[in-house]
C-alpha cells in the first residue's frame, strides 16, 4: 500500500475504497494517479509496489558513476540511510542506471525507466537521459523524499511502471535577473536544482543591467568595484508619485571561482547556463566605471530607478568595442555553453543621435539610420562570438536594421519576432511577456505583493503554445523551445522570487516537456497539488494555489 504520507488525493481514494468494503490494491492505480511533473510521455502502471530498504543497492555503469552517487545523495536525508552504490551485476532489490546505446530513438535527453517488484532500471541513450529518469524516480517516491530530514515512519516504496519519456523541446529554460536585485550563490544553486527537478534545462542568468553589474571582470576591476554597486533602490513602483527611496547601498557581484562553482553545480545537473551581457543598452552601471565609452563622457551613477536609461554603449567608439571583447572573452572562459545572450532590447537611440562619432560611424558604414547602427553593433559581436565557436542570442530587438547571421532570437514582445526570425531560418526561443513573464502579477494585484504590473495567471501559462501555426513544418524545427522570464525589480529576496516562478514555472516546464496534444489542465493541477507538497519539502516559497 502507498504510504499514508503521500498525497490527499490517494488518501482521500484509499478511504473510499476501504469505506467500500475493498481493499485497496496497487493494481488499482492508474497513470493518472501517479503525479510526475511534467508529465511523462508513455507510462503503464503495473501492480506491485518496490520498495527501497537499507539493502537495496545502486548499480551504475561506470561511464555515468557520478549519477550513482548523486541517486545514493538525493535519497540518503530522508531515508536515513545512503545505499550502497557500485558498478556490479543485476541483482534483486536494486536501482540500476544504464546507458543504452540501442534507446538512441528517444533522443539524447529521454529515458526509459522500468520498475517491478524486485528492481527498477534507469536506461537512457546518454547521461542526461538517465539524470531525469531519476527525477522521475525521485517523484515516483512519497514526498517526503524531498525533505532534508530523515522520515522513519515512511516506507521508500514506488509502484511498479513502465516508462518512456523524452521532451518535445530541447530549450527548457528559466530566467534570472540577478541585477535590479543580487542573489548570493546559495540561491543560484537552489534555483538551478528547482530547474533540473521538472526536467528544464537551460538557466539564463542576467548579468548586467543598469542598476547593477554582477560579473567580476579581471581585465577592468571598476566593475566590481563601482558598477556592482548602487547608492539606493527605489520603494514602491516606478510610476508612484513622488518617488520614494531607501536610503541603502544595495549589489554585490560573482567572483570566477563563484561563477565556476555555479557552472559546475549546474553542469552535473544537465543545465546549460546562459550568460547574459546586456548591449548596447541597459548598461550604465558599466558606463559609471568606464564613462568613456559612453557617447557624452559622462559622468553616470550606477541607477537606482528602473525603467530605459537613455546612457548606452558609444557604437561609434573602438574602445566600446574592445571593452566587451574583452568582457566576453572572461565569460567565454567561464561559460562552456553554446550560447552567449548579449541583450540587445530596450536601446534608445538618443545620445547616438547627437554623438559625432555614432554619426561617422552610420556614414563610414554606409549605414540607413541608428537602428541599423545597431544591427552593425550586433553582427560584430555576433562575429566575436563566432570566430570564437560561440553563438550569439539577443531579444527580439535585434531584429531591427537586420539580423546578425547565426544568431538566435529570444522572442519577448510577442511572438512576431520569434516568427520573422525563424521565417528568415534563425532558431528562435519563445519567451513572450504574455505567457512567459513571471514579475506580472498572478492573480488580483489588490490581494497580491507589489509587482511590475500585468497579469499572468498559472492557466494562462499553461495553455501556452511555443509553436506558432502560422509558421510552414520546417519553419518550426526552428522554435527551439520556451523559456520563463524573472525580472527582479520588485522582486528583492529569494523568498519573493520563489513566489514569482513557482508555480508558474511548473506549468511552463510542462509545455517545455509534454507533447502538446497530451497537455490537459485539470491533469496538471492534480498533478501540481502533489508537486507542492515536495516543494514544501524543499522550502519552496511558492505561491498557493
Ligand atoms: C525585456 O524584457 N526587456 C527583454
Ligand atoms: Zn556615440
Given amino acids: 500500500m502507498l504510504s499514508m504520507k503521500t498525497a490527499n488525493w490517494s488518501m482521500i481514494f484509499i478511504l473510499a475504497m476501504l469505506a467500500s468494503g475493498c481493499q485497496p490494491k496497487q493494481a488499482d492505480l492508474s497513470p493518472g494517479d501517479i503525479s510526475i511533473l511534467p508529465k511523462p510521455v508513455h507510462i503503464k502502471v503495473n501492480s506491485g509496489l518496490f520498495e527501497i530498504t537499507k539493502d537495496t543497492k545502486i548499480l551504475v555503469d561506470p561511464e555515468i558513476g557520478s549519477l550513482g552517487e548523486m541517486l545514493s545523495t538525493m535519497l540518503s536525508p530522508s531515508m536515513g540511510f545512503a545505499l550502497d552504490v557500485s558498478d556490479g551485476n543485476p541483482v534483486r532489490n536494486s536501482i540500476r542506471l544504464s546507458v543504452n546505446p540501442s534507446l538512441e530513438d528517444l533522443g539524447e535527453e529521454g529515458y526509459r525507466l522500468t520498475a517491478d517488484k524486485n528492481r527498477v532500471l534507469i536506461e537512457a541513450p546518454a547521461g542526461a537521459g538517465v539524470f531525469y529518469g531519476m527525477q522521475t524516480l525521485r517523484q515516483l517516491l512519497p514526498a517526503e523524499v524531498f525533505g532534508d530530514a530523515a522520515s522513519e515512519d515512511v516506507r521508500w516504496t514506488i509502484p511498479c511502471v513502465e516508462i518512456k519519456d523524452y521532451p518535445r523541446f530541447k530549450w527548457r529554460g528559466m530566467h534570472l535577473d540577478v541585477c ?5 550563490v546559495e540561491f543560484v544553486k537552489k534555483y538551478i536544482d528547482l530547474i533540473a527537478i521538472q526536467k528544464m534545462n537551460r538557466f539564463h542568468w542576467h548579468l548586467t543591467e543598469d542598476q547593477g553589474w554582477r560579473i567580476d571582470i579581471r581585465r577592468y576591476p571598476k566593475l566590481a568595484e563601482i558598477s556592482a554597486w548602487r547608492d539606493e533602490t527605489l520603494v514602491g ?6 518617488r520614494k527611496f531607501d536610503g541603502q547601498p544595495h549589489g554585490g557581484f560573482y567572483t570566477h571561482e563563484e561563477i565556476r562553482e555555479v557552472v559546475a553545480y549546474a553542469n552535473g545537473r544537465y543545465v546549460t547556463i546562459v550568460p547574459e551581457i546586456e548591449m548596447p543598452g541597459h548598461s550604465q552601471a558599466a558606463l559609471a566605471a568606464y564613462p568613456e565609452i559612453s557617447c557624452t563622457g559622462g559622468p553616470f551613477k550606477v541607477s537606482t530607478i528602473w525603467g530605459i536609461r537613455k546612457e548606452v554603449y558609444c557604437a561609434g567608439n573602438e574602445k566600446t568595442f574592445e571593452f566587451l571583447e574583452n568582457v566576453l572573452r572572461e565569460v567565454l572562459e567561464l561559460f562552456p555553453g553554446e550560447y552567449i ?12 543621435e547627437e554623438c559625432q562619432k555614432c554619426q561617422d560611424r552610420i556614414r563610414q558604414e554606409g549605414l540607413q539610420d541608428e537602428h541599423e547602427l545597431q544591427s552593425y553593433f550586433i553582427k560584430r559581436m555576433e562575429k566575436f562570438l563566432h570566430d570564437n565557436n560561440r553563438r550569439l542570442i539577443g531579444w527580439d530587438e535585434i531584429l531591427e536594421g537586420g539580423l546578425a547571421p547565426n544568431a538566435a532570437v529570444m522572442s519577448w514582445r510577442g511572438e512576431a519576432g520569434g516568427i520573422a526570425a525563424a ?6 526561443v519563445m519567451a513572450p511577456y504574455s505567457h512567459t513573464y513571471f514579475d506580472y502579477y498572478q492573480a488580483d494585484p489588490q490581494k497580491e505583493p507589489l509587482a511590475i504590473g500585468g497579469l499572468l495567471p498559472i492557466d494562462t501559462v499553461y495553455a501556452y503554445d511555443p509553436v506558432p501555426a502560422e509558421l510552414d513544418e520546417q519553419q518550426q524545427q526552428h522554435i527551439l523551445g520556451v523559456q520563463g522570464q524573472v525580472w527582479t525589480e520588485y522582486i528583492p529576496t529569494p523568498e519573493k522570487v520563489e513566489y514569482m516562478a513557482f508555480p508558474r514555472a511548473c506549468a511552463l516546464a510542462e509545455t517545455a516537456w509534454t507533447p502538446a496534444d497530451q497537455k490537459d489542465y485539470e491533469t496538471f ?21
Fill in 525 to 545: 493541477t492534480a498533478a501540481l497539488l502533489q508537486h507542492l507538497k515536495r516543494l514544501d519539502f524543499l522550502n519552496v516559497n511558492y505561491r498557493k494555489l
Fill in 423 to 428: 521565417r528568415l531560418g534563425h532558431d528562435v
Fill in 341 to 352: 545572450h548579449v541583450g540587445g532590447d530596450e536601446c534608445p537611440k538618443d545620445r547616438w
Fill in 180 to 184: 535590479r536585485h543580487f542573489m548570493p
Fill in 237 to 242: 513602483h516606478y510610476n508612484d508619485e513622488p
